[in-house]
């Protein structure tokens, strides 16, 4: 009986909705790079996150149990008209093509991607969190100083995403066995649009003065980490209800096996 | 479709009031208008409200309430928190100005809404004494959600906040008014000279669609 139950908790532990279950990152520290050197680092406490980005697959079970998160269903301010457009349409029903069922969900907007990850009573990575696990190799925590790993990062954004993204799981997994960080799409973060408080507001109560033109990049940390800067850009350009075809997500979990 | 219902249950009762299966029977069919009358009201949310963002909150009073319920009257909303020292202020004393502003016959007809950006620290309890301290009318209500829901409603309402060093939040200064039905009809930084649109929106509302029966 006790057997049982372990296996039961295992199963759902490391299968539990999400294919690739959850990685367990412990506690670390990182350092924004956008702040300058002498600057507080951000602590990032132990978490769990989804080892592979969401898949169609995944996305489809969940608009199938909560239907306002349809297609035809989703209110018009969670997410803009290309809401899940990759997916085909049968029997009135919209269902990704069987051909892109492991493929990473796309087209998502940051409300649907948190309702997702609700439903599953996990949340969304905070951008340290997700910085945090990003930065390591497949044999480092922090792998951003061995050779060739930025390059590699330039090398994905440098291409047109004119292609959808391929399956996910099929990269070399990084030190905390999770996959796809790089090199396959960009994902939705918890508070995605809280770094850079600045863009089209100059009145915003407190603002990152370093970030600003020249001193941006002068007074980074790592002014060589061209990458992390675009995935900042990149990010502050969001707004919640874009659905974009190179865009999607993850979940996490507070907390630690 | 609730008229019907309600004229069955009527009828229901007239019929049948005396035996327990019958009271039973009654008590089911409230449960059951009771839903009803829940369905209906998440569906007269328009698809572009802010309201979408559903969530049940808690006012000052320490009372749940429904984001929803906020519709029938338009409404001047902006995030805060009762332990900011610097734009708060400024944010609120707009606003207070604002009603101060507003055309006495509508006055009465518009809420002020402050949405707490540290639900984890602020209680319905330092809301109160900070609506105290500023000495807001009874037309104002101060909300406390929980984290998500607060993130989902800054963004509808295109804010950004973060959480900085010494419990402190860098937010945008953004006041937005709603109308009735919880659609974005004006944003404006909250400002004293800043939130000069929003004013001028209040006072080209006609009193008679200040209020809107059907929100």
Known sequence: MLRCCLVMMLLVANNSWGEGGMANITAGEYRPLYLSADS?????????LDKQPV?????????TKNPKWQR??????????????????????????????????IYVSWYTAQAYCQAQQKRLPTVAEWEYVAQASSSQKDGSQEKGYQQKILDWYAKAS????????????????VHNMHGLIWEWTEDFNSNLISGESRDD??????????SGSAGAVN????????????????????????LGFRCAQDGND | MQNLLWEAWALDVRKMVTTKVNLMRMLIIAWLLSFSSLIMANSTVPSDSVYQVGGTWQTENGQPIKLESLAGKPQVIALIFTGCSNSCPIIVESMKRLENQTPSNLRNHVGFVLVSLTPDADSPKSLKAFAEKKGLSPNWILLKGNNELVRALSNTL??????????????????????????????ASGTTTGIQPILEAIESIHPSSAIDSKP
């Open chain 1, 55 to 63: 898949t169609n697959q995944d996305f489809q079970n969940f608009v």
């Open chain 1, 40 to 48: 507080p680092v951000v602590s990032v406490s132990p978490f769990r």
């Open chain 1, 72 to 105: 035809d269903n989703v209110p018009n301010i969670f997410a803009e008209k290309p809401y899940l457009s990759h997916w085909g349409k049968s029997a009135n029903q919209h269902e990704p093509l069987a051909s892109d069922l492991q493929k990473p969900v």
């Open chain 1, 223 to 246: 002014p060589s980490d061209y990458a992390a800067f675009m995935r900042y850009g990149f990010r502050s350009s969001l707004n919640a209800k874009f659905t974009l075809g190179s």
């Open chain 1, 162 to 177: 004119k292609q959808p993204p391929t399956e996910v799981g099929k990269d070399e997994a990084n030190y905390w066995g």
């Open chain 1, 205 to 214: 109560s407190s603002v990152n003065k370093e970030l600003y033109c020249a």
């Open chain 2, 158 to 187: 295109n804010s950004r906040y973060k959480f900085v060093k010494d419990g402190d939040v860098a937010h945008s200064n953004t006041v937005t008014l709603l109308n009735s039905r919880g659609q974005i009809q004006v944003q």
